[in-house]
Nanobody
Framework: EQLIESGGGLEQAGGSLRLSCAAS????????MGWFRQAPGKEREFVAA????????YYADSVKGRFTISRDNAKNTLYLQMNGLKPEDTAVYYC?????????????????WGQGTQVTVSS
């Protein structure tokens, strides 16, 4: 199982980015998926999660109303649409997969991780 994130970059405050997470080697069907982020000097934190069927998205309070998580199981891909970006959103963003149907938010509950993609938001 390999997860590969893409779509990160440098954006101005108020702008938008769309992250993708492509899975290779195994289908994402049957996996709940999540996005996490880690800023310099800080612990990795939960951002958003979605169940196996693409329903019941769950968000951290810090991104609620600005970020949208979605998935396309036919394409084996997870997405994170980020709007209204703020400098405090600057971090390395990771996607993660957990075998199971339902949303989980705990860092240690996920089975597979991508290598991360850098998002930098300038003020």
């Amino acid at each position: 199982e390999q997860l590969i994130e893409s779509g990160g970059g440098l954006e101005q405050a108020g702008g938008s980015l769309r992250l993708s997470c492509a899975a290779s080697g195994r289908t994402l069907n049957g996996y709940a998926m999540g996005w996490f982020r880690q800023a310099p000097g800080k612990e990795r934190e939960f951002v958003a999660a979605i169940n196996w069927g693409g329903g019941r998205p769950y968000y951290a309070d810090s991104v609620k109303g600005r970020f949208t998580i979605s998935r396309d199981n036919a394409k084996n891909t997870l997405y994170l649409q980020m709007n209204g970006l703020k400098p405090e959103d600057t971090a390395v963003y990771y996607c993660a997969a957990k075998l199971g149907l339902w949303v989980v938010v705990g860092l240690n509950e996920y089975d597979y991780w991508g290598q991360g993609t850098q998002v930098t938001v300038s003020s």
